[in-house]
């Protein structure tokens, strides 16, 4: 094992591929989502990390000069109530307790695994004051396949709370890591969101390895005040407080995998698998520094461990080293809106696919109805230069080998509907709206955003309200809306390749007897799904929320934006194969048009996955196929 400067001893590595390197000023959403899918190892850079020291060291000269927020005080409405020098370990611990109130679902592996990686490396940006141990614990957490379990609901756009409370609890040790997907909706949880009964240790690809059986009372790891006796965590200058101990009861090897509470019903067959980290308490060790500190427990009522064993005694292989909480911790790693930034990146991610795959569909759609090139033209964006109408007509001129300056056509309409003629002006607002959503993302992805912040220089810590998460909100919103106007042209397009007067075709592309359906049902499938999209945009950061006393008068709602706009990309996702569908179909029943296209890619591509008759039948897997072809298309 790897030993640390400033920290226990670190798992280590054992993934191998490409790295991504954290720095903490140059993470992009691209690298980003190589690290939540495994793609990438993390790394951490060196400067990086010695930044991350001198903000720690920064942040200990600091307190020890006066008192800093969260650290020498309560927090929030209790921001002026003091907190004594030999209890601030305790309060942070208390902190972490009393803030590991998410409810709701336990999110995607995929989301908490980005908020892992968001947060460790705004923490390397320096500024946190938070010790270097939990930034090496996060990483490994990355590189080991193990997340914790993270409930969906607890932010309002000010920090995301509850999920960096549940995270630090678990890098503590007293909450057990995950590995893989979460529980089924409807299998039971502890009242602190934590699965009964069988629980199982991961090794570092991600399977059990050794499974453990829960007590019957209480989930592996609890904050019971009444299993062990109580600790005191004070100096000889304050009071005696009295912190709660965190020892449980020791989890047994688990019977056989046919035992009956393993199995029954196969309730468990689809359950995330968690691994549980040993149990600790807080103690004062003796002497002059009257240090408190986490020690491990092996059973209640056993003597402490000696502090040096920390990080290895009876470590479950696979997972990363519980930490030692230290003073001002607790703040620092809550002070983010690390898991809607990690939401943000994915959503956006999922936007910028489909909003390039919306070229080839538009594209095709274009040509099946004979539309006019002139509002494709390289001229009219020129004079109206908007960067993402720019690109978006560009990309059908590409696409279907259009001249930069169509002729005029003799003969025909004299120009179409508009969801053929407006697509540049609205596609356009969903590019331009995604690349500020990405560039968003990637400002708060990579600078410090903690209060209170140490200065750079070591010389000065700033209360602020950089935490407020108004631009990421902001931008969500105008993602989410700008996506509404382009998945209405989407549905528009559906109807028009269903009329024969825009066409020439049967209506509905039907291909039977002539009252034939052909794609009449897709109307209905695509504006269902915009109907959920549509009433999923109101403004997020609309709302308003007092909290705290009042002190806390407002909130960006930046996580419930990021929310939205994932169920937003989803609902797009199938609107824009229902129009696929349609199109492939109208260029097959017009094979000479279909032939004359300069670059069929996209016909080619959809033609080897698409169904290919044109009778009466059931459609659900002629959409699902084409949902599936769109990242391809978006790489044309």
Not at 419 to 432: S, V
Not at 615 to 624: A, F, H, I, N, Q
């Amino acid at each position: 094992m790897e030993t640390t400067a400033n920290g226990p001893a670190r798992v280590p590595p054992h993934r191998g591929g490409a790295r991504t390197v954290l720095n903490g000023t140059t993470l992009t959403v691209g690298e980003l989502i190589a690290l939540v899918d495994g793609a990438a190892v993390p790394a951490v850079a060196p400067e990086a990390r010695e930044r991350a020291v001198l903000s720690w060291r920064t942040a200990q000269t600091l307190a020890a000069a006066g008192r800093l927020y969260g650290r020498g005080t309560g927090v929030g409405a209790q921001r002026s109530v003091p907190v004594d020098e030999g209890d601030q370990a305790a309060h942070g611990l208390r902190l972490l307790r009393s803030h590991a109130g998410g409810a709701g679902a336990l999110l995607p592996a995929r989301q908490v695994r980005a908020m892992l990686a968001v947060r460790a490396n705004q923490l390397l940006a320096g500024g946190s004051g938070i010790q270097p141990a939990l930034i090496d614990a996060l990483v490994d957490a990355l590189r080991l396949g193990v997340h914790p379990a993270v409930n969906e609901y607890g932010a309002v756009g000010t920090g995301d709370l509850t999920a960096l409370a549940q995270t630090g609890l678990t890098l503590i040790g007293e909450r057990p890591w995950s590995s893989g997907e979460p529980a089924r909706p409807g299998k039971t949880l502890e009242p602190d969101g934590e699965p009964t009964g069988r629980v199982e240790c991961a090794d570092p690809d991600g399977e059990p390895v050794a499974s453990v059986t829960a007590t019957t009372a209480a989930p592996a790891i609890t904050a019971a005040t009444t299993a062990a006796p109580a600790i005191t965590a004070a100096t000889t200058a304050a009071p005696a407080i009295t912190a709660a101990a965190t020892a449980a009861p020791t989890p047994t090897a688990a019977a056989p995998a046919t035992a009956p509470a393993a199995v029954a019903g196969g309730e468990l067959a689809g359950a995330a698998r968690y691994a549980v980290a040993p149990a600790v308490r807080l103690v004062t060790l003796p002497g002059p520094a009257a240090e408190t500190v986490y020690v491990p427990v092996s059973a209640p009522g056993a003597a402490a461990a000696p502090v040096s064993t920390v990080a290895t005694a009876a470590h479950p292989a696979g997972l990363p080293v519980p930490v030692v909480l230290q003073p001002g911790d607790a703040l620092a790693l809550l002070s983010s809106n690390a898991l809607a930034l990690g939401q943000a990146a994915l959503a956006q991610r999922e936007l910028d696919v489909l909003l390039r795959a919306t070229h080839a569909v538009a594209a095709l759609s274009l040509a099946a109805v004979s539309g006019s090139p002139e509002a494709y033209a390289a001229p009219v964006h020129a004079l109206r230069p908007y960067p993402g109408a720019a690109r978006a007509a560009g990309e059908v001129r590409r696409l279907l080998g259009l001249p930069d300056r169509p002729q005029r056509r003799r003969g025909g309409r004299i120009q179409d509907p508009f969801g053929f003629r407006a697509f540049p002006q609205a596609h356009g607002c969903a590019l331009d709206a995604a690349e500020r959503l990405r560039e968003v993302v990637e400002v708060e992805i990579n600078c410090p955003s903690e209060n209170p912040l140490m200065d750079p220089d070591g010389t000065a810590a700033y209360h602020h309200g950089g935490f407020f998460a108004a631009p990421l909100g902001l931008a969500l919103d105008a993602a989410n809306l700008a996506l509404l106007q382009t998945a209405q042209l989407s549905a528009a397009r559906l109807a028009a390749l269903g009329d024969p007067g825009l066409t020439g075709l049967p209506p509905f592309l039907g291909g039977g007897p002539a009252a034939s359906s052909g794609t009449m049902i897709l109307e209905y499938t695509a504006n269902s799904a915009l109907a959920e999209l549509r009433s999923g945009v109101t403004p997020a950061s609309a709302g308003h929320a007092v909290l705290s006393r009042g002190l806390e008068e407002a909130a960006s709602f930046a996580g419930q934006a990021a929310r939205q706009t994932s169920r937003a990309t989803d609902a797009y996702a199938t609107v824009l194969a229902c129009e696929l569908v349609a199109a492939v179909r109208a260029l097959r029943m017009r094979p000479a048009r279909a032939e004359s296209l300069r670059a069929p890619a996209a016909v080619l591509a959809a033609a080897a996955v698409l169904p290919a008759g044109t009778e009466d039948r059931p459609l659900t897997g002629d959409v699902t196929a084409a949902a599936e072809l769109l990242p391809e298309l978006a790489e044309l």
